[in-house]
Structures are given as C-alpha cells and as structure tokens.
C-alpha cells in the first residue's frame, strides 16, 4: 500500500522541485502549488512519483449522508419504516464502500417500533461537470427487523432496495468544485483508510 504520509505544502514543493526539469518549470510548479492547497479537504499525500493523493476518510463522506436520513417510507399505507443514523465502512476488495443505517419499522399510526439493521454496498462515480464524486449501483446486501422472519419483510426490503436511487445516489459524498487541481484528477480507489484519490502532474 503506497504510504499516506501527510506533509507541508514547503515539503512537497521542495519534493518536486527536483523533479521539474524539463516538464514546464514554472507553470508545473504553480499548478501543483494549487494542489498542495487540497491538504485542507482531506488527508493529502504522496503517491508514486511525486503524484498527489487525498484520501477521503468515512468519517467524512457519513457526514455528507447523515443530512438526508431519518429517511421515512410508508408500505401500502399501512406501515412504515424509518432509515437512520449512516455508518460508512470501505471495502477495498471489490471497490465499494459500505452504508450501514439502523431501521425501524411499525403499523402507521402506532407507537411500537421494531428495530433492525439495513446494509447496502455501493460503487463510486465521480461526474466531472460538478467535480462531485458519487455512490452508484447501490446493492442491499443485508435487511433484517429484530425477531422477524424475513418471509414478514419483503415489502420493507423492496423498499430498502431504492435507497440507491432516492438517497445514496442523488448528492455527492465529496466535491471538488471550485478547489484547485480538481481538473486533475486522475484515479480513484477504495482503500481500507477510505477513497483515495490520485491527482496528475500534468
């Protein structure tokens, strides 16, 4: 795994002053001088080559979902469920992150509510109009509602299954409007610490 040390935007300067030479001089330097100015958005570092990254935490992109929940959906008016609370976890060996969210599900009109766990799984997409990165293609990969047989929930279930679309999916988890560098962005991974996003130099 490439080395996420964080540094000063004088120690990165310094780094790739000796490797200007022929690539622009001033210019190269002035626009990398503009990247070093992503270090305020995330964790910035250094890939191979002198190559800039920020890694996105969870933390971060949780903070970017929790506006949008509670989230309520009624079931044929008679019931309904409520999604809550965002937890973000990355899993780097397929290249999705993980949205965790407590549900709570009950008759419409009633005071009982019974709790439960809703798991989806998610790829990303990054929309270069809006330098906005996104989750897509969300999968529901576990829905349960504490002490229900899960033949008694697949109503709620279809429901959690549209999560991507009217949740997830619709706002960005991170953006890069109007930060300089965003025009040069040129990877980006999950890895175990969160999206690791890699810059180009030119």
């Known amino acids: 795994m490439e080395d996420q040390a964080k540094f000063t935007k004088r120690k990165f300067l310094i780094g790739l002053g000796s490797s200007i030479g ?21 964790s910035l570092g250094l890939g191979n080559g002198l190559s800039p990254t ?41 290249e999705k992150v993980r949205v965790g969210l407590t549900t709570s599900a009950g008759i419409t009109g009633s005071n009982k509510q019974i709790g439960g766990r809703c798991q989806l799984a998610c790829k990303l997409r990054y929309d270069p109009d809006t ?53 040069l962005l040129k990877t980006m991974d999950v890895t175990s610490e969160g999206i690791k996003v890699g810059f180009g130099l030119i």
């Open 54 to 94: 920020l890694l996105i935490k969870p933390q971060s992109i949780a903070s970017k979902l929790t506006p949008n929940f509670p989230y309520q959906q009624s079931y044929k008016g008679i019931a309904e469920i409520n999604f809550a609370d965002p937890v973000v976890s990355m899993v780097p060996d397929v």
């Open 131 to 183: 330098k906005g990165i996104y989750l897509k293609d969300a999968t529901l990969e576990d829905f349960n509602l504490n002490g229900v047989n899960s033949q008694l929930t697949s109503g709620f279930t279809s429901i959690a299954n549209t999560l991507g679309n009217n949740i997830l999916e619709r706002y960005p988890v991170y953006s890069l409007a109007n930060r300089p560098g965003a025009g």
């Open 22 to 42: 022929s690539l622009g001089g001033l210019s190269l330097l002035h626009s990398c001088a503009e990247l070093a100015q992503l270090n305020e958005l995330g």
